[in-house]
């Protein structure tokens, strides 16, 4: 016996969540599938395969004003920005709410980020077992899986007519009242196979491959733009600078990627990573030797979103099998 | 031979008698069934060479990371142009590269995992099948089509200002600002751009309309008179914003205006970068 919602009645919850709170749901904008506000369930796009960018944006803004400073009356004032309102979001795959649990291991390390916590705080989480795995999905491998219930409020799976509904913490009890729910026999439709990569001892095999030529024969390929950075859901590095506008300071971060030619140029105009390779190599070495020896986990979640969008094909599941074929030593 | 023998036995005679250091050229991607870059630097590498309608991506952009060394590379017609663009403005050197041209029956849509059969509209407006440089041909040239098509202009021109105004808005508002448009982008290419410039501060940093707008835009007049059409902006943008039309606009302007189209030969001057005292375009007089 499972606990079951129809889809009348997933429906007619969520109209009536979105009266009180911000829902946001996968829907239809402009040939993409985008994470957005919607007023209306009826926006809401329930077949597909996944967003193309990361409900990352709803925790780590692509911009935000993160305080503001105020000179009124010969005194300057600091005024931290306040994130209002309870937002649910509808829909998220057990992949992204893993990025969501990636992200907070260092934005919410003490002394947490004020923002990123509030952001954390007033959402809800409601996500969606995949019923099939995309071709360029290996979430399997990275410590998560298609039904994956961990990191979520509540999670959902398709069945005829409904939902087989399971609440997973205090939060998600709070959203969904028991009452809106039916005990039904109804079976648990299998995961789905998702194709492995090789990710084991990977992180080992990362560290004696640093300088391998393997990294600028790669970036001989990479044109260096922001897409992987930008549609990941657990890349969250940004820059900051100060918006001035009579006496009032906004200082607003943007989202920033580590493939920006920019990115690491200091001041004077020296760059300590000026060549395509080490570059293009930062990035997977953030995510596989970097991130997983301090928080002890990858630093991806097997979305697949960067292997479905590069615009020329640089391949995560490509590059770790290629690392770990690799002789060990500068010249392998 | 078909294309893909014909660019691989060529490029691999090349990179065995030294002729070239690097030969780019497409290859099998990960999906197994579209296409990407292959940068080959032996003979033997240059068997994973493939050329069909998948092709999509505009090689001539990475020229520029090899400059000072002897490079050979594939192009379609519109890539070309891109080579003679990358020639009057001086970023390389026309002795440096062999260019191995390719007639183009049109490229088709595909994204990951997916092609079709259908060929892409920008294909359909296409005036230029056959490259417009090159050391080496292949593919049979056929007949050009003989007037500059641009209906998806036209359409835009045919709407209000405030309905056009709506329209770019919409779709700025999408920019993520990841800069994979310039980044792909042949004409796109200088040390410092101005949108990270910091003084004077063009654009600001945030990912928001205003700035978005901004950006778009004034990338767009920077490649006006200078874009060759090859579409690579479009293709790339993550969020389908319609970059094309932005600058296919700008490019039926510089048509109209100078009767120039850029990238066609390496000699015309190009009308941004010349000053001509008697030169009347019937506007600002």
Redesign the interface.
Known sequence: MSQFISKKGLLSWLDKLAENHSLVAPTR????I?FRKIDSTEDIVFNFSNT??SPKEFFLP??ETIFSVEKKDGQMNLIPEVIEGQTVIFGLRPCDAKGLATLDLPYLEEPGDALYSQHRNKTTLVGLSCLSAC??CFCTSMGTGPDDPSNLDIILTEVEDGYIVQILNEKGKALLPEELLVMKDVATPPAPFVSPVPSRGITDKMRQAFDNPYWS?LA??C?????C???CPTCYCF?V?D?TNKGRIDR?R??E?CQ?P?FTKIAGGYDPRPD?GPRLRQRFAHKLIYFPEIFGTMHCTGCGRC???C???I?I??IIQDIQKLRSGKNA | MNPSEEIAKKAKELLQSKAVECFIGYQRATDGMTARPLFAHAPEEADRLIFDQTCTHNLVKYLLNHKGKATGIAVKPCDSRAINLLLIEHQIERKNVFIIGVVCPGMVETSWNKTSEKVKDICKLCQQHTPVIYDFLVGEPGPEPQAEAYPDVAKLEALSPAERREFWEKHFSRCIRCYACRQVCPGCYCGECFVERLDPLWVGIRIAPSENEMWNSMRAFHLSGRCIGCNQCERVCPVNIPLSLLNRKLEKEALELFKFRAGIDAETPAPFATFKKDEKIGIGE
Not at chain 1, 29 to 32: A, I, L, P, Q, R
Not at chain 1, 223 to 227: A, L, P, R
């Open positions: 904008v402009e040939g993409s985008l193309n960018l692509p911009s071709p360029e024969r001989d390929r044109i260096h733009c922001n897409i950075s930008y549609i820059d600078r918006y607003v943007s989202w990627s920006s920019g395509k292997v479905k969008t615009p020329v094909n391949d599941r490509e």
